[in-house]
Nanobody, 128 residues
Framework: VQLQASGGGLVQAGDSLSLSCAASGPGGTFRSYTMTWFRQAPGKEREFVAGYRGSGANTKHYLDSVKDRFTISRDNAKNTVYLQMNSLKPEDTAVYYC???????????????????WGQGTLVTVSS
């Protein structure tokens, strides 16, 4: 499975931005993958942002600081996961990575070591 993230850019505080992550290779099994966005700000550890569990669960989970501003969604027909980011803040500045994993239990979802596949990252810069 290969993941291609896109949509990053430079925006001002309060603006919106939408990220996409297209998966190639999973065939009809994409819907079974847990798809998640992580981010890594300069000098900081990579952190969980939002995740969408695969078939059988189909639940969404968010980092507390983004849950009222970001929305994760997926289109299984297009093998794509999205992250709609509204009311962006300078502290949202980071490289955003999408990740995919299978057979993931809820308690593992926020752990980056649980994921088998990673996209290349897309930079989001929010100016004040």
């Amino acid at each position: 499975v290969q993941l291609q993230a896109s949509g990053g850019g430079l925006v001002q505080a309060g603006d919106s931005l939408s990220l996409s992550c297209a998966a190639s290779g999973p065939g009809g099994t994409f819907r079974s993958y847990t798809m998640t966005w992580f981010r890594q700000a300069p000098g900081k550890e990579r952190e969980f942002v939002a995740g969408y569990r695969g078939s059988g669960a189909n639940t969404k989970h968010y980092l507390d600081s983004v849950k009222d501003r970001f929305t994760i969604s997926r289109d299984n027909a297009k093998n794509t996961v999205y992250l709609q980011m509204n009311s962006l803040k300078p502290e949202d500045t980071a490289v955003y990575y999408c990740a995919a994993g299978r057979n993931m239990i809820l308690s593992s979802m926020r752990n980056q070591n649980s994921y088998h596949y990673w996209g290349q990252g897309t930079l989001v810069t929010v100016s004040s």
